[in-house]
Structures are given as structure tokens and as C-alpha cells.
């Protein structure tokens, strides 16, 4: 497989209207296995490029580690991914 270079960062969503309201940004790029331990439903060997929701215990094992504060009730959010370069 060839290695992709990619940004991942936090899609929120409005709840009330659904539409979008910006980007949460990971202060460190965190690793596809340490991701892996946050959404244990996707497999080994997947790279990880999809959009994956946020619930409830995805938000408090993300929330130290990006630039700014999750409102669940107010907004959905999405782990989300960008090919870079």
C-alpha cells in the first residue's frame, strides 16, 4: 500500500439546521493506531480516510488533544480526513 500524506481534524456540524460550522484541529497529528483505540470498530488495516461520527467516549479521549471545545448537545461531529501535498 502507498503511504498517503493527510490532515486530520474534527468536521462539526449544527444539530439545528445541519449545517457546517467549522473545524476542530488536532494540536499534534495523532497516529492511525492511536486513533484505531478511539474507534475500535474499524479494523486493523484500514487507513482511516473516511469520516467517522463522534459520540459521547470518542469526545473525551479527543477533546485534550485538539484545539478547541466539543458541544455534542449544540453539534455533530465528524473525525475527518485530507490528503495533503
Given at each position: 500500500m502507498i503511504a498517503v500524506n493527510v490532515r486530520?481534524?474534527?468536521?462539526a456540524f449544527a444539530?439545528?439546521?445541519?449545517?457546517?460550522?467549522?473545524?476542530?484541529?488536532?494540536?499534534?497529528?495523532?497516529?492511525?493506531?492511536?486513533?484505531?483505540?478511539i474507534f475500535p470498530f474499524v479494523d486493523e488495516k484500514d487507513p482511516m480516510y473516511d469520516e467517522y461520527p463522534i459520540d459521547a467516549a470518542a469526545e473525551l479521549?479527543?477533546?485534550?488533544?485538539i484545539d478547541g471545545k466539543f458541544d455534542l448537545y449544540e453539534n455533530y461531529y465528524f473525525l475527518s480526513c485530507d490528503k495533503q501535498g
Open positions: 486530520r481534524y474534527i468536521s444539530k439545528a439546521g445541519d449545517h457546517y460550522i467549522g473545524d476542530l484541529n488536532f494540536i499534534k497529528q495523532p497516529s492511525v493506531e492511536m486513533l484505531r483505540t479521549m479527543l477533546a485534550p488533544l
